[in-house]
């Protein structure tokens, strides 16, 4: 395409299927602890 | 950003007037309308322009509908298992904080207590009971000041290990510390069996000491633990840590303070927003936000220039994790609290998380005899972006997914309220994290990130 680039990204709609595992990280253990940021943490299925 | 499939595209400013009037107009109008705003672009161009954004609608990745809201339903009614608790070891601190929720420990008015080995092994024990078939379970050590405890820490961390092998659960252990009592054999523990650490420091000297003061006393805190978390940054090797501050509305400047952390060497960092009550005159206010928003901003601009040296560093709030980032279920649900994630008192007593211990109308249970208020559990349960008619039809939900129950109940009395100023910021955030994503992927779309 000449005047959209599409950045590399998890497409949401196929974590459908396949997500809910509920093996990741709880968010507020990771640093935060005062607030809820959920994009930022790892899918522990894509790691494997 | 396509909000539902999470396709991010970069465009320029003539695809995105024309992408804006996409939805609204007949093909030809949306193609006229374009070409009036920009009178210098061919009509061949925008009518090239026109097709690749109908190829990107046809290939799911623009305009996606929102097909998620059901399964979500069906999500929230799995029966609940815990699989991340919130250890409060120490009801007690050596520093005397301004903004600290746990009011130096004491919580609410509580007295100063330890979390006996008793309580603490029940709350392993009931983490693992009620883990269903969860394998990884999170246990931090938090406070108050979980090394005025640090015995205890230890004999719970070999208790949860010598329980893994025959329940086959893994252990994640990680550690809040304020870094007073950071020894080496501190050090040296921690690195062997803890995931992560979260060093606490707000940044530069006078403001850190200013806000992060010894109870009594007059010494720097400053002096005393940057010394000790360099060295524990240095020894994991910069990573599975976090120097982590709080920014208040009287250091809205607070880029300075993750900049002065970056120049001390930190690779890891993480400086948020205060969570206060109104009433608390460090409360960050509606009318600091333009300035908070403006810092992040200049601080986005400050991690572009330093991409790719030797002074890069990681801020927690920009990073996102575009390609191998939460599902969607997770990016819906929230942070878990009151369902997932719990908090435990030095008593054993369950809230739904560490900022509502000692808020005592959510205390739901306690690690002996198990969660009793399943009414609370239940109302924390449905918290997801569909519960919270705020989060409808704003970009960001799929990266706060809802924002912090303990920020909306602050402010609004309800933990479904909405905390626009978290709001405001959040969504800031997360432009700049992409703005960076973007940025680190300029090269074309093979590039490493």
């Excluded at chain 2, 107009?25 to 009518?47: C, N, Y």
């Excluded at chain 2, 809205?252 to 205060?274: C, R, T, W, Y």
Aim: aromatic residues 10%; glycine residues 8%; negative net charge.
């Amino acid at each position: 395409m000449k005047h959209i680039r599409t950045l590399k990204t998890k497409r949401l709609t196929n974590t459908v299927k396949t997500g809910g595992c509920g093996e990741c990280q709880t968010s507020c253990q990771s640093a935060c602890k005062t607030s809820c940021t959920v994009g930022n943490q790892s899918c522990e299925q894509s790691k494997r | 950003m396509d909000i539902n499939s999470g396709a991010i595209h970069v465009v320029d400013p003539v695809t995105y007037d024309l992408i804006g009037l996409y939805k609204e107009l007949s093909p030809d109008e949306v193609r006229k309308q374009t070409g009036e705003l920009h009178p210098e672009i061919s009509t061949e161009e925008i009518a090239q322009i026109y097709d690749e954004v109908r190829e990107l609608e046809i290939s799911g990745d623009l305009f996606t509908p929102d097909p998620y809201e059901e399964k979500v339903k069906d999500y929230t009614k799995r029966p609940t298992v815990v699989k991340a608790l919130c250890l409060h070891v120490a009801h007690d601190c050596n520093l005397a904080c301004k903004y600290c929720f746990a009011e130096e420990g004491e919580y609410h008015g509580g007295h100063r207590e330890l979390m006996s080995l008793e309580v603490g092994k029940a709350a392993l024990d009931f983490l693992i009971e009620n883990s269903g078939s969860r394998h990884n379970l999170e246990v931090d050590f938090f406070g108050g000041e979980p090394l005025m405890n640090w015995d205890v820490v230890k004999q719970l961390v070999h208790y949860g290990r010598s329980r893994e092998e025959e329940t086959g659960k893994h252990f994640r252990f990680t550690l809040t510390t304020n870094g007073v009592l950071l020894s080496d054999e501190v050090i040296d523990f921690a690195n062997k069996e803890m995931d992560n650490i979260v060093l606490s420091i707000d940044g530069r000297k006078e403001l850190n000491d200013k806000m992060r003061p010894f109870r009594g006393g007059k010494e720097s805190t400053y002096e005393r633990i940057v010394p000790r978390f360099q060295k524990v940054a240095e020894s994991r090797n910069q990573e599975r840590y976090y120097a982590r501050g709080t920014f208040t509305r009287y250091n809205k400047d607070f880029a300075n303070d993750v900049l002065h952390l970056a120049d001390l060497g930190f690779k890891q960092i993480s400086v948020e927003p205060v969570v206060a009550h109104e009433t608390d005159d460090y409360a960050i206010r509606p009318e600091d936000v333009p300035d908070l928003l403006n810092e992040y901003d200049r601080l986005a601009g400050e991690m572009l220039q330093r991409m790719g040296t030797d002074k890069d560093f990681n801020f927690f709030h920009f990073m996102i994790d575009l390609e191998g980032g939460p599902c969607v279920y997770k990016r819906l649900s929230g942070c878990g609290s009151g369902t997932e994630y719990l908090a435990v008192t030095p008593t054993g007593e369950l809230y739904p998380c560490h900022q509502f211990v000692g808020e005592t109308e959510f205390m739901l249970g306690d690690v002996f005899t198990g969660v009793k208020k399943t009414d609370i559990v239940q109302k924390f349960k449905g918290a997801n972006v569909y519960s919270r008619p705020a989060c409808r039809d704003c970009f960001a939900k799929y990266y706060c997914s809802g924002g912090c129950a303990a920020n909306a109940y602050n402010f609004t009395g309800d933990i479904l309220g909405n905390y626009e100023v978290g709001c405001q910021l959040q969504r800031k955030r997360v432009e700049c994290a992409i703005m960076l994503k973007a940025a680190a992927q300029s090269d074309g779309p093979d590039s490493d990130n």
